[in-house]
């Protein structure tokens, strides 16, 4: 007996127009703020406003220095762990996902408990300070997803026979880092960054609380005080997303047709 | 001083000893296998040497140089490994010039020694494949190029073949030997395969339970097992209770028989149990001429195996397998069939250690 295909294809719409919906929705309003007609002038006041490209870009620069740190970080204890402490791995794990579980808003005022001027290491006392600090959270933030990808990507390739046949090379640990494990998992590494980016690009809670003038917190301001402006912002926002999401599938792929 | 010295190894993970004082002398050039099953301890103390685990006790040197505690990079040692270990962001060539950049060699120096390293295994025209571009074979033949590339004063191959089919297992142990003997190289290889190690060989260290159960040739070491776990491990084997009657004489009783070993028993006194041992291509049906051993018994088994024919005999309380090579024109006995075992005396060997 042939099965029926309705339920499966009603569920798939359902879920598409849950999603589709309030996209389109938010297209369609965001072109509507010529009166009578369609156009594309919240994003051209969105994208010409002096505010929106400064915190853009300053978002864009805290993504790049948050991904540096954190693969500087995340890379080095993740071989490591895989190599010399698989012991350690479950605590390392329970770490990397705490800040799944500790509120961002949580996190960021112990930071500020522990940094605030009078502390014995007052980085909220300068605007680099701060900067820093930021770039501190945002790792933390997005310590789940760079791990996770790292970590997948150091499980692919046997770690520790090629490190093994790199030290019987006569190779050091920098070579070994550098020449050997960061290109093996270079796509991991990028899978990582891109979600870091993502997640940098919306963040808000730290960046208001620090009080830096990023991305996050200038959504916010233009969306309580404009119409249009906000459903263009969040599209452009959603682009940007997208556009990481898709980055991470062409490196991916790139990596699963290299291993063929 | 041997080229390679160790002495006293032991290793031990937490309460658990795998390696115990483990001595072996290498002579520069040699080919030595650690031939043993799983667990016995043979891949650890290749790894000791090679730097990737500590020693617990006891020490190795390489080239009159003490190592022991010398990180893996500082030994000049190459290694080859089971699962290839190429570099899979790298080619061909740049896996062979890995070793040379890390030394800093020069950039003509360096394009010279891996066009060699490539013509030595036969694959000059695969040099900008990616290793997950070739097969197998051809992997562990540039895995065997790389490490021997830097020019190491010992090579150590942990299982090389073992990942192989088993046609190209053959082709290409036979090439790391010519190669081991045109480079003169000391090696030293790692193998749970008899044949392997027999093949291969100047010498055979047999393992077991992280001790060496008999080092010698492999002519030694098949022909002359000196332990039951040797004897059954290195070839198939016919072992027998027996009882000795007169040590000093070399007299037993095997299955109600006096027989008489080429040499005296040593360290056995009358009566005691002891276990003989018996290859089944040394015994023959008939043929008894005057200086052999003789023993009457029945046909109970014949298993055609191809080129030999294996055929089980029941003495008295014991049965024997022996080996005779397949002739057409000869007709092979039958099941129930009355026959006389023969063997020469040196053949029956009496093992230590056991009864």
Redesign the interface.
């Known amino acids: 007996m042939k099965k029926s295909t309705f339920g499966p294809w009603l569920a798939v719409i359902l879920g598409a127009a849950y999603f589709l919906i309030p996209l389109i929705a938010t297209v369609e309003f965001s072109m509507r703020m010529k009166r009578g007609e369609y156009s594309f002038e919240a994003y051209r006041v969105v994208l010409g406003d002096p505010r929106f490209q400064a915190s853009f870009g300053y978002s864009v620069v805290m993504a790049l220095v948050t991904i540096v740190i954190g693969v500087a970080l995340v890379v080095p204890t993740a071989y490591w762990v895989q190599l010399r402490l698989p012991k350690l791995r479950p605590i390392v794990e329970f770490i990397t996902l705490l800040p799944l579980v500790i509120p961002a808003i949580v996190v960021v005022f112990g930071y500020l408990r522990i940094y605030n001027s009078e502390s014995w290491l007052p980085l909220t006392d300068s605007q680099h300070g701060t900067d820093l600090l930021l770039a501190f959270g945002y790792v933390t933030l997005a310590l789940p997803y760079m791990y996770r990808s790292v970590d997948t990507g150091l499980r692919a ?2 770690v520790r ?2 490190t ?9 640990w920098g ?1 070994i880092l550098f ?2 494990i960061f ?2 998992i270079r796509s991991a590494i990028l899978s990582g960054s891109f979600l870091t980016f993502a997640i940098v690009i919306g963040e808000f809670t730290f960046a208001a609380l620090l009080d830096r003038p990023a991305f996050g917190p200038y959504l916010q301001l233009v969306g309580a005080n404009r119409a249009y402006e906000p459903a263009a912002l969040a599209i452009i926002a959603f682009v940007v997303t997208w556009a990481c999401m898709g980055l991470i599938q062409v490196f991916g792929a790139a990596r699963g047709a ?3 | 001083m041997s080229f390679i010295d160790i002495r006293g190894l032991k290793k031990s993970f937490g309460p658990t000893t795998v390696v115990h004082d483990f001595d072996l002398a290498i002579e520069r050039g040699e080919f030595v296998s650690f031939l043993g099953p799983s667990g016995c301890g043979k891949t650890t103390i290749l790894r000791m040497i090679a730097g990737f685990e500590t020693a617990t006790a006891g020490s190795i040197a390489l080239a009159g140089q003490e190592v022991t505690h010398l990180p893996p990079a500082k030994r000049d040692v190459g290694m080859v490994f089971q699962s290839y270990a190429l570099f899979p962001n790298m080619t061909v060539a740049q896996n062979i010039a890995f070793g040379l950049r890390v030394a800093k060699k020069g950039a003509d120096e360096i394009r010279a020694r891996v066009r060699e390293m490539l013509d030595l295994i036969k694959l000059p025209h695969l040099a900008e494949r990616y290793p997950y571009q070739l097969s197998g074979g051809q992997q562990q033949r540039v895995a065997l190029a790389r490490a021997i590339a830097v020019k190491p004063q010992v090579l150590l191959l942990d299982e090389p073949l073992s990942a192989l089919d088993a046609k190209i297992r053959v082709s290409l142990r036979e090439e790391i030997r010519a190669l081991q003997k045109e480079l003169g190289i000391t090696t030293i290889f790692v193998t749970h395969d008899q044949e392997e190690a027999l093949s291969m060989s100047d010498r055979i260290v047999v393992l077991n339970e992280g001790r060496a159960e008999q080092i010698g040739t492999p002519f030694e070491v098949y022909n002359w097992p000196r332990t039951r776990f040797v004897a059954s491990f290195v070839g198939t084997l016919n072992l027998l209770g027996a009882e000795v009657i007169d040590a000093g004489a070399g007299r037993l009783a095997l299955d109600g028989h006096t027989v008489a070993t080429a040499r005296p028993i040593e360290g056995r006194s009358n009566g005691e149990k002891v276990t003989v041992a018996l290859r089944p291509e040394a015994v023959d049906l008939g043929n008894a001429a005057a200086d052999r051993i003789a023993l009457p018994g029945t046909i109970e088994d014949v298993s055609f195996l191809g080129a030999v024919v294996r055929i089980r005999v029941r003495l008295t309380a014991q049965t024997i397998s022996l080996d005779a090579f397949n002739q057409p024109n000869v007709t092979l006995p039958k099941n129930g069939d009355a026959v006389t075992l023969t063997f020469a005396r040196e053949d029956l060997l009496v093992l230590e250690g056991d009864h």
């Open positions: 390739i046997d026979t090629l093994e046949a790199a030290e019987s090379l006569g190779a050091g070579t020449k050997v290109p093996n290299a291993s063929k």
